[in-house]
């Protein structure tokens, strides 16, 4: 049985007070569900959000890497460190890396691999533009993130592999996919792995939807058949609503 995800991206919110905050929050919400919670506080937040969620189901993650293990790059967090201080996933390629700090494909191939050599698991995002869902190129964009970034794989690193599809003209806007198109987008992407790793592989990657995701949407997109759970933004910064989601299920 694939795993139900939930997982919050507070993006570059929550200062140190805030942080304690909404975790206090987030303890006393009443998980009714099977999903696995997530969240990814900002870099100088990941030790305390760590601290303050040892004894509870939450997990603390990153939201990006470098790919080198060390050396002379200003302003950068390795894999070994987040390993140090007990972090075990990060999320990789989301949209707002891609586009205001240029990650390409083939750098987060190589974060891809730093991440799975130190044993974490990647949340790995990928998404079309507008213009390539208007102009009907949605599946093949999607389908070239995919390949460039993981089809140097083995089948066995997809145990440590969560694929996020989040279309870039959802995300923060308040327009969400409908849930036939993230249905349909999800089973291209895991046909996309069938055909290259088979079944097995496919059909055990867990596949979240991510873009305006809302208490009031999360139950109908988290009923179809492959999508797996969510990567929330907006939502994920109120505990209330991020429960609600992590609930839907
Ligand atoms: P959103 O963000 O829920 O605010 O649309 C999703 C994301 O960027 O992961």
Redesign the pocket.
């Known amino acids: 049985m694939r795993k139900h995800i939930v997982a919050g991206?507070w993006?570059m919110n929550n200062g140190l007070i805030q942080t304690k905050t909404l975790i206090t929050e987030l303890k006393q919400q009443k998980k009714t569900s099977d999903a696995e919670v997530m969240i990814a506080p900002a870099f100088t937040n990941l030790w305390p959000a760590f601290e303050e969620t040892r004894q509870f189901p939450i997990e603390v993650v990153a939201q990006n890497m470098h790919f080198a293990e060390d050396g002379a790059y200003t302003g950068e967090i390795s894999a070994g460190m987040l390993k140090s201080i007990g972090i075990q996933s990060v999320i990789l390629g989301?949209?707002?890396r891609r586009a205001y700090f240029n990650e390409t494909d083939e750098a987060l191939a190589k974060k891809i691999n730093t991440a799975l050599e130190h044993d974490m698991r990647v949340i790995f995002?990928f998404g079309e533009e507008l213009s390539d869902r208007k102009s009907g190129h949605h599946e093949s964009v999607v389908e070239r993130q995919i390949k460039n970034a993981l089809f140097h794989l083995e089948a066995s690193a997809f145990k440590n592999i969560v694929l996020?599809y989040?279309p870039v003209w959802?995300?923060?806007?308040g327009e969400t996919a409908t849930p036939e198109q993230a249905q349909d987008m999800h089973a291209f992407i895991r046909k996309t792995l069938s055909d290259k790793y088979g079944s097995d592989t496919s059909n055990s990657v867990s596949i979240l939807y991510?873009?305006?995701?809302k208490p009031n949407n999360a139950k109908e997109i988290f009923s179809k058949p492959d999508v797996d759970g969510g990567?929330?933004?907006?939502?994920?910064l109120k505990a209330s609503d991020f429960f609600a989601i992590v609930n839907a299920f």
């Open positions: 991206n993006k989301h949209s707002e995002c996020a989040e959802a995300i923060g806007t991510g873009g305006s995701v990567l929330i933004g907006g939502a994920s």
